[in-house]
């Protein structure tokens, strides 16, 4: 062991705990759903993405275990070797038809997605213009890319515009946003930016992990939500919230897809998915169309939320099931994720550097698997910790 790594690692680890930030994993001793078991104990969940319970539906299940005794557990190579299964074909099918595109691409996650479209589309020569609250992986991407960048504050129509002008000597300008932000719950100005990006001849890229599934009919997502078919020139998605299973995917025209195949490197460099993964997303795909999950999601979302702001807590400015509690203080909400905890609610405290320091929050993501009673108790427990805490 290198003695000097083994120092600098220390270092790091100790101003983590100076600054409260160092924490233990929370591990769950149960299956993903709307209850979960930590340390023992049974506690209602408010941390996960799994938006429509998929995550342990039997039909998706039992997808995923016929594939896997009829095709094996793992795919054996890249996409673009020997690793290209009939499956894999099949589901992007499927997502373009879902998303209403020419064609779509699977990667390994929506975190190796960001990673992989930018940086073989652009140039020195192009622009990406960024919302400030966009996702790490976008930032990694954009980091990637040979491109020159501009950072638009939040939402900030104005600004993007003053941006799209100043770039106007640049080839290529691409606009970049989540369509749901992760940690405020709000819905980007899509009706905005591509009227925007249409008055300057700019591209557009959406990032859907959030609202794919949640918003827009059967979950088409944000582009489905606010009618801008054929507005948006690439879509990302996951597969590993809503839709409950493991991927990412980029929605578009069959020359972005036939690029990326040629040049998205984690498509080229990384093995493909599983095939029980693969049937398993396609079989979450079919249940999305057959059952309305979406009605039961939203209509326990605006419940849950009706009854934060009842109690008297800042949600901030969240439109979407994902609504933030916000505290204040990164210690502070710390302690209340740990309160709600002990009074059987799991949800993450986030903080600094994921959130501003003067926003730390508990992020609360109610799911269409909870029943009412669940949203009951956790409300009770909510109160019981902001007068235990006195927030
Ligand atoms: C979660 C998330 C991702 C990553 O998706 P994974 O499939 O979990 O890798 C990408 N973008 C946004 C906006 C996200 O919220």
């Known amino acids: 062991m290198n003695d000097l790594l083994e120092q600098v690692l220390g270092e790091k680890i100790d101003e983590l705990k ?81 998303k209403q595109t020419e064609a779509a691409l699977v990667f390994q996650s929506g975190f190796t997605c960001n990673m992989g479209v930018i940086e073989p589309l652009l140039s020195p020569e192009d622009v990406i213009i960024s919302d400030e609250l966009n996702h790490a992986s976008i930032i990694d991407g954009i980091r990637l890319s040979k491109a020159a960048r501009r950072i638009y504050p939040h939402s900030d129509m104005d600004a993007l515009e003053k941006h799209l002008q100043e770039c106007a000597g640049y080839r290529l300008r691409l606009i970049v946003t989540d369509g749901v932000f992760s940690m405020d719950g709000d819905i980007a100005r899509l009706p905005e930016i591509t009227e925007l990006a249409e008055k300057y001849n700019a591209a557009v890229m959406v990032d859907d992990a959030h609202a794919s599934g949640v918003l827009g009919r059967r979950g088409r997502g944000s582009v489905d939500h606010f009618n801008l078919h054929g507005r948006v ?4 998605g996951t597969l ?27 498509f080229l460099f990384s093995t493909s ?19 309305n999950l979406q009605e039961k999601l939203w209509e326990n979302a605006a ?89």
């Open 303 to 391: 419940y849950f939320k009706k009854g934060l702001k009842q109690l008297g807590f800042n949600t901030g400015q969240s439109e979407t099931p994902i609504t933030p509690v916000i505290i204040g203080d990164g210690a502070r909400a710390m302690a209340f994720s740990d309160a709600l905890l002990e009074e059987g609610v799991f949800c993450t405290g986030i903080g600094y550097p994921t959130v501003p320091e003067d926003k730390s929050r508990v992020r609360t993501i109610v799911t269409a698997a909870h029943t009412r009673e669940d949203l009951e108790q956790a409300l009770e427990a909510f109160a019981r910790v902001k007068e235990k805490l006195q927030v």
């Open 18 to 98: 100076n600054k409260k930030l160092f924490r233990e994993l929370t591990v769950l001793q149960s299956a993903q759903g709307p209850h979960v078991t930590i340390n023992g104990r049974d506690v209602i969940n408010l941390a996960s993405n799994n938006y429509l319970g998929l995550a342990t539906h039997p039909k998706i299940i039992d997808a995923a275990v016929r594939a896997t005794k009829e095709l094996g557990v793992g795919s054996g190579a890249v996409r673009t070797i020997a690793g290209t299964l009939q499956i894999h074909q099949e589901l992007e099918e499927k997502l373009a038809r879902f």
């Open 240 to 266: 590993s919230k809503a839709i409950g299973v493991l991927g990412g995917y980029i929605a578009g025209s069959r020359k972005l897809i036939n690029c990326l195949i040629h040049r998205g490197r984690p």
């Open 273 to 291: 998915h599983p095939p029980g993964v693969t049937a398993a997303n396609i079989a979450a795909l079919e249940v999305m169309q057959e059952e």
């Open 233 to 236: 020139d690439i879509q990302v």
